[in-house]
């Protein structure tokens, strides 16, 4: 428990009768990358404010370094925020926006100088010191609005949507960037996102919220391989769902497919469920596996790196996404109409209620 | 061709603006290179003497008196209309146009009746008076109607609403997270009024202040009225000089000076938030 930096304990936010955060815990960790995963509406956003001194918890405490925080202002956090719209001064020069936070702290004009410049090479911008936000492009401002944030080497950064308005490539590029500064600086880093391939790509752990409450948290690892509810599988990468029926303890779709998988708790006799499984791991054959299901080929897209199959089926209402990578394809040509069994194991396979 | 069309669309207003407006200043203009007549008139021969009269000592102090009634005006307007629009924008944002509405209500009615009200308020009788007896003071009450205090009262009183919608544009246009942003970083409440929040709108002040002395400093019937008399401002003098002193060309030569200190000030103006604006469009 020693290395536990920012605890959440129990935080509910209330507008009206309204809970935007509906009691949420989380313990996070002294220099962890950790990401806040959710779509609009999940109380991300809200978390995020009142980790920062936005908001204030209806009810419930934030704990930094064991004290709590709740009410302290955000002008007297150890934390810093990186908005969203990254919120740079528009009337200040690039090393003044940098230096601004410092100048608050009353450190002096020389140290100032020294951080401003250490911090304008970290982000590749000394060349632009001079500029106005207005006169730098996207990827610049969102350094500038990063070292700006960073330069009072706070506690925890939070991030909120830091890529959201960046083009794909640059977005790309920044993942690892803020990886690389993150393990760099070595400050804890709680980003805020709906991108999940964003939140796998950066974070050491994610937490999942959904309708302000926490759905999981786990490492990217975890949480792909073992989503714990129906709707973290949806949410996160791309997930085949076939209804079944619990009977005499099997699982068996309406066509009398019977699929083998371990049965969450509470699933009962009689009661619907999903079986859910992944794309890349469907092979192609019944025999390599314990479950199988034969379609029809709808459709095939090709990406290079792995060839993708839609097949309908009777196990599902949408067509099943089947992954095949390059070697298990083989070059063979799959036609519209044609039929194909593929199968996957039962250790592959999760269940959900329906 | 295409470039020709915004021309066809200003000519009715350009026209309109050379006859009545261009050409009656160029007129007015010629008229301070004459001199008066011995009675009354104008005396038809080119001089400098009229437009010199306009820097003797007598009327040059009449001049910095009106800057410095005006600069009043605009400032202490530009003070309570900045708070006022600050208010207004911090306001839920289905209430703010309301609120405007309200604040620009008085424009809706008549200048001079709403002049003519502020004499009911500081009479000697008025309401003030009434109230401060009401309350039982019953000594000496210092004269409120009549003096220059009260010609500034009325300025900033008429030309408030231009000072708040002026201050009001920018502050409703800035991005919350900018003031949170600075909040954030460790500025307190009133550092980030006085490092982000009011540099990003100190055009609109400007733009207010500028409003204000330039109807301020020209302004005849607010010190005719509030004033009664007592003292003399820049319109005053215009006024006597056309319509009692019978003197047009020195009334023509003050009118000029006037509006080249007017329009000297609305270009510095419009450069200085061109310059402002143009700066947050590029932002955005």
């Known amino acids: 428990m020693s290395d536990v930096l920012l605890s959440i304990r129990n935080v509910q936010k209330f507008y009206g009768r309204l809970a935007a955060v509906g009691g949420v815990s989380l313990d996070i960790r002294d220099n962890e990358f950790f990401a806040l995963l959710g779509a609009s509406g999940s109380g991300k956003t809200t978390l995020l404010r009142m980790l920062a001194g936005f908001e204030t918890p209806t009810s419930g405490a934030i704990l930094l370094d064991g004290q709590d925080v709740s009410a302290v202002p955000p002008n007297h956090r150890p934390v810093n925020l990186m908005f969203q719209s990254y919120a740079l001064f528009p009337h200040m020069t690039v090393a003044q926006n940098i230096a601004y936070g410092l100048e608050m702290d009353r450190m002096p004009r020389s140290e100032i100088r020294t951080r401003v410049d250490e911090m304008l090479e970290v982000i590749q911008l000394s060349h632009l010191s001079g500029r106005k936000p207005e006169q730098l492009s996207g990827g610049q401002r969102q350094r500038v609005a990063l070292a700006r944030a960073l330069v009072k080497r706070p506690r925890v950064l939070l991030l909120d949507e830091p890529l959201g308005a960046l083009d794909k490539k640059l977005r790309g590029e920044m993942q690892l960037e803020l990886k690389r500064i993150q393990d760099e600086f070595g400050i804890t880093f709680i980003v805020v996102t709906h991108d999940q391939e964003e939140a796998l790509v950066m974070a050491d752990r994610v937490a999942i919220l959904k309708d302000g409450l926490l759905l999981q948290c786990g490492t990217p690892h975890e949480i792909y391989e073992h989503p714990e509810s129906r709707f973290a599988a949806d949410f996160i990468g791309v997930m085949n769902f076939l209804p079944v029926r619990v009977q005499g303890g099997r699982l068996v779709a309406e066509n009398g497919n019977v699929f083998k998988g371990a049965l969450p708790n509470g699933l009962g006799e009689g009661d619907e469920a999903v079986v859910a499984v992944r794309p890349e791991r469907l092979r192609l054959g019944a025999s390599d596996g314990d479950n199988s299901l034969t379609g029809r080929v709808a459709a095939t897209a090709y990406h290079g790196l792995d060839l993708q199959l839609h097949l309908d089926t009777p196990n599902s209402p949408g067509p099943v996404l089947v992954r095949l990578t390059a070697d298990a394809a083989e070059g063979r040509v799959y036609r519209e109409g044609e039929e194909v069994t593929v199968g996957w194991s039962a250790r592959d396979t999760r269940v959900f209620p329906a | ?284």
């Open chain 2, 1 to 284: 061709m295409a470039d020709r069309k915004p021309l066809y669309l200003m000519s009715p207003a350009l026209a309109w603006l050379t006859a009545f407006m261009v050409v009656p200043c160029l007129l007015v203009l010629a008229l301070a290179f004459f001199r008066r007549g011995i009675y009354g008139g104008i005396e038809y021969t080119f001089t400098f003497e009229t437009i010199a009269l306009v820097f003797d000592p007598l009327y040059a102090s009449i001049f910095l008196k009106s800057a410095v009634i005006a600069g009043l005006a605009g400032l202490i307007a530009s003070v309570i209309g900045y708070a006022a629009a600050y208010a207004i924008a911090s306001m839920p944002a289905r209430h703010q146009p309301m609120l405007l509405f309200f604040a620009v209500l008085p424009f809706w009615s008549n200048y001079l009746v709403r002049t003519y009200a502020w004499i009911v308020l500081l009479n000697r009788e008025g309401l003030i008076t009434a109230i401060a007896r009401g309350l039982g003071y019953d000594g000496e009450l210092p004269r409120l109607l009549y003096t220059e205090s009260a010609v500034v009262v009325g300025l900033v009183y008429n030309y408030l609403p231009f000072v708040i919608l002026a201050c009001y544009a920018p502050l409703s246009r800035l991005n919350p997270e900018i003031a949170e942003a600075s909040r954030d970083l460790g500025g307190s409440a009133w550092t980030t009024f006085r490092r982000i929040t009011l540099p990003m709108t100190a055009p609109g002040i400007a733009t207010g202040f500028v409003f204000v002395f330039v109807l301020s400093i020209g302004n005849f019937v607010t010190p005719a009225l509030l004033g009664g008399g007592q003292f003399q401002m820049i319109g005053n003098l215009v006024y006597a000089q056309f319509l009692t002193a019978n003197d047009w060309p020195f009334g023509a030569a003050l009118s000029m000076v006037l509006i080249a200190i007017m329009m000297g000030l609305l270009t510095l103006q419009t450069f200085v938030t061109e310059r402002a604006s143009g700066a947050r469009a590029r932002e955005t």
